[in-house]
Nanobody, 123 residues
Framework: VQLQASGGGLVQAGGSLRLSCAAS????????MGWFRQAPGKEREFVAG????????YYADSVKGRFAISSDYVKNTVYLQMNSLKPEDTAVYYCAADSSPRVTTDERRYDYWGRGTQVTVSS
């Protein structure tokens, strides 16, 4: 099972990026898909999560109104649209899959992790 995150890059403050997380090796039907991030010198933190079918979506307070998570289960891909980016959004972003039925912010609950993609927001 592999999760591959992509779409990171360098962007100016106020700009946008769209991250993708493609899953291979199995279907993630019934899984929660989440995005986490880790800034230099900080612990990894929850960013957003979406339950199977998109019925449950949850965002960290720091990104509400700016980020949007969506899923395409036919393509086995989850997206994170990031708008109005701020320098404090600079981090390595990771996608993860959790077999629980509800979105959780606890990274220990996530079973599968992809390699991160770097997002750098300049001021």
């Amino acid at each position: 099972v592999q999760l591959q995150a992509s779409g990171g890059g360098l962007v100016q403050a106020g700009g946008s990026l769209r991250l993708s997380c493609a899953a291979s090796g199995r279907t993630f039907s019934g899984y929660v898909m989440g995005w986490f991030r880790q800034a230099p010198g900080k612990e990894r933190e929850f960013v957003a999560g979406i339950s199977w079918g998109g019925s449950g979506i949850y965002y960290a307070d720091s990104v509400k109104g700016r980020f949007a998570i969506s899923s395409d289960y036919v393509k086995n891909t989850v997206y994170l649209q990031m708008n109005s980016l701020k320098p404090e959004d600079t981090a390595v972003y990771y996608c993860a899959a959790d077999s629980s039925p509800r979105v959780t912010t606890d990274e220990r609950r996530y079973d599968y992790w992809g390699r991160g993609t770097q997002v750098t927001v300049s001021s």
